[in-house]
Every structure is written in structure tokens, then in C-alpha cells.
């Protein structure tokens, strides 16, 4: 087995040839997209190593090629940065938790491979194809969806049962569930009471249905309405109102997310006005929205909101 080093725009690849075929190594530098060829010295790339990547700090996209037959154990874990990840869409054996700690990771693309036979995927719409990327990129930090970072079957219509049934799943959860978990691997340093952590789970489900509702692909109509049912009854005036916490304080600035907010049902004619002053002065074009909305479903004659501004 031999080792040489690959250069790159602004770093540089370090692969082993084995068996007539290269695994990638271990890559340093400043790079934020990497390209990996399909050969090197004229073999196929197969594989990127053990740890290959991980703690790559800067590194906001790799894309993978054809060849590609491995992803070792943490092979791209701790990538603080890395959002998307391009790769074939065919069986490769995925190692253990090879993204463990991408927290910015928002798409794990498949690419459609020539003549693989997989006409389904390859007559999919690209926004389908795009859904199918931030829906694996989701599973990749939820516990036992190994079965589901499956890339030839992603897409499928079995793949998306199985996809809604864990998310649905995680859901139905009880809310405390997990606490004691934190205690035991001796996480309670993190100070964090049961009541606190019921809440942060409760808006992590809420990011969850969001985050499903906007990328539909394959959400039967059944499934989408559970979506829907749990960010209404965790909306602003709710006994639980972390839906509405996680759109004020993480999304607001993205329109697709207060608009299906406002769309599902949960701004109405009660609760406006408390929802406008819990929301102060953050958020301006999700104000405004709001404000357009109560304009547009107010009676015709004139009411104190005329007055509201921004």
C-alpha cells in the first residue's frame, strides 16, 4: 500500500492505493468545496477513510464521485460548516455515524448515476430530488434510522413510509423522554431540568414537522395532516407553544416558514394581537406579513389595527 497526496484549490487530499483502487486518507487546508475525481493515477477512487475528514472546520460542500463504494466510520464527523454533500445515488456502505456533529449539514444530495436502471429517480422532478437530499440530511442525527440512510432506495415509495413512520414516531414521543439518558452519560453538568428539556424537545419536533411539511416529496396526505396537527397545538396562545418559538426565534426571517405558520391556521383573529406584541420589534417582514394578513381578513370597517406599524 502506497500514499501520495493529491493537491486541491487552497489544500491537499492524502490516499492510499490499495488492492488497485484509492481510499482517500486525510485531507487538510482551507478549502470550502472539495471535488473528489473518480480516478487518481489512472484507478478508480472507491472509498474515503476512517476519519478522513473529520473536525474539517471550513468545508461547506464535498462532492463525491460515481465510484464512490465506501464511506468509513466518522469519515466527515465534526464538520462544523459542511452544508451539502453531493453523491451517487447506488448501494454504498456506510460506516458508523459518518456525520456525527454536522450541525449546518441541510442536504445530502443524490446525484442519478448513468445507466444505473433507476428510471423512477431518474424521471423525478428536481425539486423532489432536492426534498429527498434535506430529508436524508435530517435522518443522519436521529437515532435508529440506520435502515433509512439507505441510498438506493431512497425515494421509493416504501423508503418515504418508513421515513414518515420514524419522524412520526419521534413525534409521538413523550416529551421528557431522553432526560434521564443525559443524566446517565453524565450530561447533567449541562443544568438542564426535565421541564427545560421537555421544551427543546417540543420545538425540535416542531422543526421536525416543519421541515417535512416544506419538502413534501413522497407525504401522503394522512402523514402531512399529523405534521400540520402538531405545529397548530404548538402555536402562539397554546398551552405549549414552541411551533411559534422556533419560527420567532430561529426561522422568522424565512417567508416560507411564516407563511405556512399563517397558512396552517395558526395566526388567527385571537390570538393576533398577542402574537404581534410577543413578537416586538424582531422579525419585520414576518410583522408585516402578519400585518397584511389581518388587512386582508379584517371587516370593512375601520378597527384599531389601522393604527399598528412596524
Partial sequence: MSEAILKTPDGEIKYEIKDDAVSIASYSGNDEEVVIPETVEGLFVKSIGKKAFMNVRG??????PDTIEDLADWCFAYCKSLVR?????????IG??????????????????KGSGDTVYASMPEKDRSDIGVLLAALHSMKNTDHLIDLAAAGTPEWFKGLDRRLLEYIDE??????????????EFLNCTQDEFASM?????????????????????????RYISYIREHAFGCEHNEAWQFLRDDVGHLKEYYEYYVNSGCLNEDNFVDTLLDLGDKQTEMKAYFLRWKENHKPKENDFFDSLSL
Fill in 96 to 113: 458508523h455515524l459518518p456525520f456525527f456533529g454536522d450541525e449546518r449539514l441541510q442536504s445530502i444530495y443524490l446525484r442519478n448515476v
Fill in 59 to 64: 468545508l461547506r460542500t464535498i462532492i463525491l
Fill in 201 to 225: 424537545k417540543r420545538k425540535k419536533k416542531a422543526a421536525t414537522a416543519f421541515m417535512r411539511l416544506l419538502h413534501p416529496a413522497g407525504l401522503s396526505d394522512a402523514s402531512g395532516e
Fill in 85 to 93: 454533500l453531493e453523491l451517487p445515488k447506488k448501494d454504498i456502505r
Fill in 174 to 187: 413523550p416529551d421528557e423522554e431522553g432526560h434521564a439518558e443525559l443524566i446517565l452519560c453524565g450530561e
